[in-house]
C-alpha cells in the first residue's frame, strides 16, 4: 500500500501546549500537504511543503519535511481548544496523479 | 464565494441497490476529485475527473463509477451496494494541475443496510 502513517495515532494536551505529528511515507514525492478534518467532516488544507523545502510557517503551524527519511513533522504551537480535530498528511507525485493521504492523527485540546 | 457543496448530506441504501452522490466544484475550478473515508480510517482515492475526463481512479471495483458534467459539476455512482460500501465520500476541487491544494466539500454519509 502507498499510504502513509501517521503517529501518534491520538494526541491528548491542554490549551496552550504545543502538539507535534509525525507522518511517514514510502515513496518519492513532489509535495507533501497537511489537512485537518473536524468531526468527520470535510477537509481544510493548512499547508504545503514541496520537496526541495525543508521547513515551512503559516501562522501557528511550522512544518517540517526530511525526504531522505521520508517523513514529515507538523507542529501546532500554544493549542487552543479549536484545535480539535484529526490531522492527516497527504504525498503528491506526479508519476501516481494523486494525492495520498496518511491515516491521521485525533488531536484533543482540552481547555 | 461558495465552496465546494456535496448531496445529499446523508444516504440510506439497502444491499444491491444503487447510489448516486453529486459534488459541485468551487466555481472557476475544473478538477474533481472522489475519496472514500470508512469509519476510523484515511481517505482513499477514488476519482479524478478533469474538463470531462476520468483521469486517474484508485483500486476500486467498476461498481463504482462516475462522470463529470461541461458545467464541472460531478456525479459519483455506486452499484450493487455492499455493506462496506458504507462510508463518507467527499469531494474535492482543484483550480489547475494536480498536486495542488484542494478544496473538499462537507461529505455525503452513505449507509448501507
Known amino acids: 500500500s502507498q499510504q502513509g502513517e501517521e503517529d501518534p495515532q491520538a494526541l491528548s494536551i491542554q490549551e496552550g501546549e504545543n502538539a507535534t505529528m509525525n507522518c511517514s511515507y514510502k515513496t518519492s514525492i513532489n509535495n507533501l500537504q497537511w489537512y485537518r478534518q473536524n468531526s468527520g467532516r470535510g477537509l481544510v488544507h493548512l499547508i504545503l511543503i514541496r520537496s526541495n523545502e525543508r521547513e515551512k510557517h503559516s501562522g501557528r503551524l511550522r512544518v517540517t519535511l526530511d525526504t531522505s527519511k521520508k517523513s514529515s513533522s507538523l507542529l501546532i504551537t500554544a493549542s487552543r481548544a479549536a484545535d480539535t480535530a484529526s490531522y492527516f498528511c497527504?504525498?503528491?507525485?506526479?508519476?501516481?496523479?494523486?494525492?495520498?493521504f496518511g491515516t491521521g492523527t485525533r488531536l484533543l485540546v482540552s481547555p | 464565494e461558495a465552496g465546494v457543496t456535496q448531496s445529499p448530506t446523508h444516504l440510506i441504501k439497502t444491499r444491491g441497490q444503487q447510489a448516486t452522490l453529486r459534488c459541485s466544484p468551487i466555481s472557476g475550478h475544473t478538477s474533481v476529485y472522489w475519496y472514500q473515508q470508512a469509519l476510523g480510517l484515511g481517505l482513499q482515492f477514488l476519482l479524478w475527473?478533469?474538463?470531462?475526463?476520468?483521469?486517474n481512479r484508485g483500486n476500486f471495483p467498476p461498481r463504482f463509477s462516475g462522470r463529470q458534467f461541461p458545467n464541472y459539476s460531478s456525479e459519483l455512482n455506486v452499484n450493487a451496494l455492499e455493506l462496506e460500501d458504507s462510508a463518507l465520500y467527499l469531494c474535492?476541487?482543484?483550480?489547475?494541475?494536480?498536486?495542488?491544494?484542494?478544496?473538499f466539500g462537507p461529505g455525503t454519509r452513505l449507509t448501507v443496510t
Open positions: 474535492a476541487s482543484t483550480l489547475g494541475l494536480a498536486g495542488g491544494e484542494q478544496y
Open positions: 475527473y478533469d474538463e470531462g475526463e476520468e483521469r
Open positions: 497527504a504525498t503528491f507525485f506526479r508519476g501516481f496523479q494523486k494525492l495520498v
